[in-house]
């Protein structure tokens, strides 16, 4: 029991300290400054030909205005008549199903389903014993596509 309420009081002990330095800190640190005014910015921007912001600054290009939401409906909207008709909705994977249905009917069996597997299988499979080693099942792993580079801008 002693064990318990000892613990217990430490625990407490513990959190008390960290709260108190925790404001102790919090009390130190100053807001952060506030953002120099137009035209003390000014003064350290020399003139650039072309600029087109008040007292000769470059100004950023602006951002799209528009929401995650409103992006996504662009690009379902195709014909951009402001509405989204299932047809819209269903172009990209008419396309993605014709690519499977090799004989062309409109059904697609588990063998055309799985051709794209099988084929992936057997490029794995080396020395065609019918079953992948830990190295051959490795060659299977989905290529990772090379992240565009980022604008190394100064």
Partial sequence: MLRIVGGAASALALVLAGFFIWKGRAAGDNALPSAPSATAAA???QDQPGASG???LTLPPSASEKSKE???FARADRNEDGK???AELLEPRRKAFAKLDKDGNGQLSFDEWAAKAEEKFAEADGD???WLTAAEFAATKPKTRAKPAR???S
């Fill in 43 to 45: 003064a350290f921007v």
């Fill in 54 to 56: 008040r007292h000769g």
């Fill in 70 to 72: 409103e992006k996504r």
């Fill in 84 to 86: 989204v008709m299932l």
């Fill in 128 to 130: 065609r014993s019918g």
């Fill in 151 to 153: 604008c190394a801008c």
